[in-house]
């Protein structure tokens, strides 16, 4: 601690070519303070809410920011052989519900609608800053993979950078647009209606399936139905509708073995740079760590040394149990939170 806390800069990796945000002082991070009979910081009236009045979806500034507006420049003693820049950029939170407990599945259809307006209306307001290249909006949750606070909520880091797994993606539609004048993502949506077997939940405007090429047992992607590059290209009925799929999709987790699941809910979405993504179409995926009722699957040597993923099972059957549990998730759904029209 002391002065290595104070470390705060982003640091190049010239043997992946990846950024790597240094943080000293997130090690400080308080780790469930609930456990420890301390107040959620998330629930109305405590010091970081008590001034916004009533309110139904907040958004904070992240407590212990990876990155920051005012990140000092980096000391000349840091400058050397390795590559290294400010850590500019900015954290936050949306806390979805002042309910302490929960899932998106939990928040009535018309209140989810407005979280989603919340996530385009975020991404549009940082993206516009000069010095931030992407908006990367996530949600994690349980303490499986390490959520720290159970109060529902999301996260936004707004980088000044694109991120290695978007450029990746870029790449691909780009590629494939230029050899087929189409777009990937709407090629792929066509073959998965083709076969069937994958698909989990629909509506007018999004599908939710469980891709061909899925990493985890059931990871779960999210596609808008038109060809659209950022949640805010989407009008006010698409973001309805995305609002009941991510319902849906939470509340399939929570049916599947019949428990509270964890998951990574991440949205991607075109950089805010001002360059020409047209060829990109926005999606929303779904990592769940399980791949049974009780195991976990780990992301460990083969996926961490060398980025091999190993698909434990066959996913046209994962893709069946989620269908089945999303089918009875309906049913509890629909009874006392709104259904789409
Ligand atoms: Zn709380
Ligand atoms: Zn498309
Ligand atoms: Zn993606």
Same mark, same amino acid.
């Given at each position: 601690?002391?002065?290595?806390?104070?470390?705060h800069?982003i640091?190049?990796?010239?043997?992946?070519?990846?950024w790597?945000?240094?943080?000293?002082?997130?090690?400080?991070?308080?780790?469930?303070?609930?456990e420890?009979?301390?107040?959620?910081?998330?629930?109305?009236?405590?010091?970081?809410?008590?001034?916004l009045?009533?309110?139904?979806?907040?958004?904070?500034?992240?407590?212990?920011?990876?990155?920051?507006?005012?990140?000092?420049?980096?000391?000349?003693?840091?400058?050397?052989?390795?590559?290294?820049?400010?850590?500019?950029?900015?954290?936050?939170?949306?806390?979805?519900?002042?309910?302490?407990?929960?899932?998106?599945?939990?928040?009535?259809?018309d209140?989810?609608?407005?979280?989603?307006?919340v996530?385009?209306?975020?991404?549009?307001?940082?993206?516009?800053?000069?010095?931030?290249?992407y908006?990367?909006?996530?949600?994690?949750?349980?303490?499986?993979?390490?959520?720290?606070?159970?109060?529902?909520?999301?996260?936004?880091?707004?980088?000044?950078?694109?991120?290695p797994? %978007?450029?990746? @993606?870029?790449? $691909?539609?780009?590629? #494939?647009?230029? &050899?087929?004048?189409?777009? /990937? !993502?709407?090629?792929?949506?066509? %073959?998965?209606? @083709?076969?069937? $077997?994958?698909?989990? #939940?629909?509506? &007018?405007?999004?599908?939710? /399936? !469980?891709?061909?090429?899925?990493?985890?047992?059931? @990871?779960?992607?999210?596609?808008?139905?038109?060809?659209?590059q950022?949640?805010?290209? /989407?009008?006010?009925?698409?973001?309805?509708?995305?609002?009941?799929?991510?319902?849906v999709?939470?509340?399939?987790?929570?049916?599947l073995f019949?428990?509270?699941?964890?998951?990574?809910?991440?949205?991607h979405?075109?950089?805010?740079?001002k360059?020409?993504?047209?060829?990109?179409?926005?999606?929303?995926?779904?990592?769940?760590?399980?791949?049974?009722?009780?195991?976990l699957?780990?992301?460990?040597?083969?996926?961490?040394?060398?980025?091999?993923?190993?698909?434990?099972?066959?996913?046209?059957?994962?893709?069946?149990?989620?269908?089945?549990?999303?089918?009875?998730?309906?049913?509890?759904?629909?009874?006392?939170?709104?259904?789409?029209?």
């Amino acid at each position: 601690m002391g002065e290595q806390s104070k470390v705060h800069e982003i640091r190049w990796n010239p043997l992946i070519c990846q950024w790597i945000i240094v943080a000293g002082h997130r090690g400080r991070r308080p780790w469930r303070p609930e456990e420890k009979g301390l107040a959620c910081p998330f629930c109305p009236g405590t010091p970081e809410t008590k001034d916004l009045g009533v309110w139904d979806v907040i958004v904070l500034p992240n407590k212990f920011p990876a990155l920051s507006p005012k990140a000092l420049k980096v000391p000349r003693f840091h400058m050397g052989f390795f590559r290294v820049r400010r850590a500019v950029g900015i954290c936050e939170v949306i806390v979805e519900t002042p309910m302490h407990e929960g899932d998106l599945c939990d928040i009535d259809l018309d209140h989810m609608r407005k979280v989603v307006d919340v996530f385009a209306k975020e991404y549009s307001r940082l993206g516009s800053l000069n010095y931030i290249k992407y908006v990367a909006e996530f949600r994690n949750k349980g303490k499986e993979i390490g959520v720290s606070l159970t109060h529902p909520h999301s996260q936004i880091y707004a980088l000044p950078f694109i991120p290695p797994r %978007i450029m990746c @993606e870029l790449k $691909s539609f780009k590629r #494939y647009f230029k &050899k087929k004048n189409r777009c /990937l !993502l709407c090629d792929i949506i066509k %073959i998965e209606y @083709e076969e069937g $077997s994958r698909l989990i #939940y629909e509506n &007018k405007h999004f599908t939710a /399936l !469980l891709p061909y090429f899925a990493m985890w047992p059931y @990871e779960i992607h999210v596609y808008s139905k038109r060809h659209v590059q950022a949640l805010p290209d /989407l009008n006010e009925e698409e973001k309805l509708h995305l609002a009941d799929i991510l319902r849906v999709v939470t509340a399939t987790y929570n049916t599947l073995f019949e428990r509270d699941m964890p998951y990574m809910m991440v949205f991607h979405q075109k950089p805010t740079d001002k360059k020409n993504y047209n060829y990109y179409h926005m999606h929303i995926e779904f990592y769940q760590p399980y791949r049974d009722k009780d195991k976990l699957k780990y992301a460990a040597g083969i996926e961490w040394g060398f980025w091999i993923f190993t698909y434990d099972g066959i996913p046209e059957k994962k893709a069946h149990e989620l269908r089945e549990a999303c089918g009875k998730a309906l049913k509890k759904l629909d009874k006392y939170l709104g259904k789409i029209p």
